[in-house]
């Protein structure tokens, strides 16, 4: 019998990869998403061309994770067997500019979708997409499942909230719930906010006289860097496996900012030091400190691992920007 899953975000980085791949596990897809005056949906555009796929096996719902009564009715008519929970405000630096919106949505969001599903007379299996950075600056390296929160910015206190409120539906609720506890994962369908894809584009706009110059905050930050089709597969395999639990996804390998700007200069042949320039606006109040994470549970228990390397990652990353832009005009500025 055909599989139903529904996601939040759908049209993200995280779920562009995961309806592929549940999509050629011959799943049918269901996605919410957001009403905003572009329509910003370019990751699926490959997916909706398909007339074999578009509202055939993959379907699209006007939706909202402030809105319950729409995403209790869209639930109760699609009866999903998996729900994937990836929506949320997601950009740390941006948290402190707008810690309500943030609660709002990925801490608030997330319990009225737990609500929501404790009430379906046959509740889905759930994961919720949580993050490293509900550590904060924890005392233990490598991180795990069992390392105590202590987040240190408004992104990371909504992610300790949604997340202890997952392991409460699952312990006092029975529900099958899982955190995937993900550590930054990154690929050419990033936000362009996000540090790697802001040093890969510029990289390559650069060798292509698009861009003069790049401009950073704290080059000396730290992140456990994989790849985004990794984590997703782990999602999967975290809802296929026979009990529900939490799961740390991550390499167990430090970079820092500036291994990233090394990379992706060097896989355009330039030379860093002539285009990279420092911006205290890109600074953030408090930066958490040694996060790396022991995937170790996820391998034994699932089977995963991560398969890309940090650094064909960021060559992948600036190659596919050197495609994407060679296809523009150059603007001329030698
Ligand atoms: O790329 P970032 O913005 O990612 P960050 O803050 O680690 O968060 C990402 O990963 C988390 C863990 O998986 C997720 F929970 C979260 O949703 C998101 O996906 O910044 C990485 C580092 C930071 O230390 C930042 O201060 O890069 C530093 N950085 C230096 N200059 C910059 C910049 N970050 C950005 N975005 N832009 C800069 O100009």
Not at 33 to 57: C, F, G, K, M, W
Request: proline share 5%; with cysteine; net charge negative.
């Amino acid at each position: 019998m055909t599989r139903t899953a529904f996601i939040t975000g759908i049209t993200g980085q995280d779920g562009s990869y995961l309806t592929e791949l549940l999509l050629e596990q011959g799943y049918e897809v269901h996605g919410s998403v957001r009403r905003t005056s572009t329509l910003e949906r370019s990751r699926l555009a490959h997916l909706y061309a398909d007339p074999d796929i578009y509202n055939q096996r993959l379907f699209l719902h006007y939706a909202d994770l402030d809105d319950p009564t729409t995403l209790r009715r869209i639930l109760h008519r699609v009866q999903p067997q998996e729900l994937y929970h990836l929506a949320g405000q997601s950009h740390v630096g941006l948290s402190f500019e707008i810690p309500e919106t943030t609660c709002e949505f990925t801490a608030m969001g997330t319990l009225r979708l737990l609500e929501i599903l404790r009430d379906l007379p046959e509740p889905p299996r759930f994961f919720h997409a949580t993050s490293s950075e509900m550590f904060g600056r924890p005392a233990q390296s490598p991180q795990t499942e069992s390392t105590p929160l202590a987040p240190i910015n408004p992104y990371g206190c909504a992610k300790a909230f949604a997340t202890q409120m997952v392991r409460v539906y699952r312990d006092s609720h029975g529900l099958f719930m899982v955190n995937g506890i993900l550590y930054n994962h990154e690929s050419p369908r990033r936000g362009e906010n996000f540090v790697t894809r802001k040093i890969c584009h510029a990289a390559a706009a650069i060798k292509l006289k698009q861009q003069k110059e790049l401009s950073l905050g704290d080059t000396s930050a730290q992140r456990d860097w994989g790849h985004a089709r990794d984590y997703v597969r782990g999602m999967w395999l975290a809802l296929s496996h026979a009990v529900p639990g939490d799961y740390v996804f991550a390499t167990g390998k430090v970079h820092s900012v500036q291994d990233v700007i090394e990379t992706a200069f060097a896989a355009v042949d330039l030379d860093w030091r002539d285009y990279v320039r420092f911006d205290s606006h890109f600074l953030r109040p408090s930066e958490p400190l040694h996060l790396v994470g022991d995937a170790s549970k996820a391998k034994a228990e699932l089977g995963w691992s991560p398969t890309t390397s940090f650094a064909d990652l960021i060559r992948e990353m600036t190659q596919a920007e050197l495609g994407a832009l060679s296809l523009k005009e150059p603007q001329g500025n030698a």
